[in-house]
């Protein structure tokens, strides 16, 4: 038996490579990373990651995760209908054309495709091409896929939680008094590879009270299926970090309460129809409320009296080796006080071999921090801040000209 578990392992992870949606996300997170960067390059001439960071975000944790919520769902001998995981996949790609990736949660991929197997299984259709071993219809059939659905859900906030907060794009945006102000952007995709049970031929079950939730067959196979899980917020009353923590931490609480209540469907399988419409309806006010919530606060990055906010920091640049950090503001560059983007570019050519800053940190602590500034190196130092449109040709022959050497140079070799 156990080497026949063994070889059905093995045809799920294969059949993984054959699931269209595996190749269709690797297209869509790529593209994700190449339209960031346009709007990046567009609003302040630089990219903070590269194109290829959504795409290098897309599987490792993904994989760690599935493996573990895969334990979760053999272990617990989750049956789950052919019919459900097709329809998640076409909800998938349904919702990916609407480009708004916070539809690509669970409760609306794997939601809609609950009451679409209920839907279409209750009237006995059959898909065409596809071979399914799912029994005729019975409510025995629906609180497998809730309690599929409340695992995702926890998955996707342990998804926003540890990997939705890094890598934040600064963004400008127009303000409510038409003043430009900055924002910072999540918007993130996942895949989640989950092995799931399905009626099928090749297992037989290996204990009695197994599996806890069946859909009334008595064999099964294995299959990997690719699972996307989507997440956008747009950040503009806090620390970009602290706000995503937050809401990870939010739907990792709803998630498991939705998981709990899906074990109603034991005792009473109808109750799975109330928990998954619960799970839709309440995600929905979750974000909602974080929308409302975010959009009452003031603008965090904006132009300041005193000193210039940091928006962003460009990786290996010389703030980031400085240790300057998102949400702080540069009060002070080489002794001289500056409030714009102009002064302290002014500020910046007093030594052009050193830097000192005054830095306030997102803690209202005041530190000083300092640089050798070499050839190369990026003339604000990789420091975005909240700025006017600018004329980027203009801003262009300034830097030529910085770095030219047969106008100055002291950058030391």
């Known amino acids: 038996m156990a080497l026949d578990w063994g070889i059905e392992l093995l045809k799920g992870v294969e059949r993984l490579f054959l699931h269209p949606l595996f190749y269709y996300l690797l297209v869509v997170a790529a593209m994700l990373g190449i339209s960031r960067v346009k709007r990046e390059r567009k609003q302040f001439h630089v990219r903070v990651k590269n194109a290829y960071y959504e795409l290098r975000q897309l599987l490792p944790l993904g994989f760690i995760l599935g493996l573990s919520l895969s334990v979760v769902t053999i272990g617990a001998g989750l049956v789950i209908p052919m019919e459900t995981i097709i329809f998640v996949a076409l909800f998938t790609f349904l919702w990916s054309l609407t480009t708004n990736f916070r539809f690509l949660s669970p409760v609306y991929t794997v939601g809609f495709a609950?009451?679409?197997?209920?839907?279409?299984l209750s009237k006995k259709w059959s898909l065409p091409l596809i071979e399914s071993h799912t029994p005729e219809w019975n409510p025995s059939i629906l609180p497998s896929i809730a309690a599929l659905l409340g695992l995702l859900i926890v998955a996707e906030g342990i998804f926003i939680f540890r990997n939705g907060r890094k890598g934040t794009s600064p963004k400008l945006i127009k303000g409510k008094r038409g003043m430009r102000v900055g924002v910072h952007e999540v918007k993130r995709l996942w895949m989640l590879p989950l092995f799931l049970i399905i009626p099928g031929e090749a297992l037989q079950a290996p204990f009695e009270w197994w599996p806890v939730f069946s859909v009334?067959?008595?064999?099964?196979?294995i299959l990997l299926v690719p699972f996307a899980i989507g997440y956008y917020q747009q950040i503009q009353g806090k620390l970009p970090v602290m706000a995503v923590?937050?809401?990870?931490?939010?739907?990792?609480?709803?998630?498991?309460?939705?998981?709990?209540l899906s074990a109603a469907g034991y005792w009473y399988p109808?109750?799975?129809?109330?928990?998954?419409?619960?799970?839709m309806i309440g995600r929905e006010i979750l974000s909602m409320r974080q929308r409302i919530v975010e959009d009452n606060l003031p603008f965090y990055f904006s132009m300041r009296n005193q000193g210039v906010m940091i928006l962003g920091v460009i990786p290996d640049s010389p703030a980031e080796k400085m240790g300057l950090q998102v949400g702080e503001v540069v009060s002070k560059v080489n002794g001289v006080t500056v409030a714009?983007?102009?002064s302290f570019y002014d500020a910046m050519q007093k030594n052009r071999a050193h830097c000192k800053l005054e830095v306030l940190d997102v803690n209202d602590q005041i530190r000083f921090v300092q640089r050798a500034l070499y050839e190369g190196d990026h003339y604000q130092l990789g420091i975005l801040f909240v700025q006017d449109e600018k004329n980027w040709a203009e801003e262009d022959r300034v830097m030529k000209q910085q770095n030219d050497p047969t106008v100055i140079n002291h950058f030391p070799e």
């Open 114 to 120: 609950f009451f679409t197997t209920l839907f279409f």
């Open 216 to 221: 009334g067959g008595q064999t099964y196979s």
């Open 245 to 260: 923590k937050q809401t990870g931490k939010k739907i990792i609480l709803f998630g498991v309460v939705i998981t709990i």
């Open 270 to 279: 109808l109750a799975a129809i109330v928990v998954t419409a619960l799970a």
């Open 340 to 342: 714009d983007e102009e």
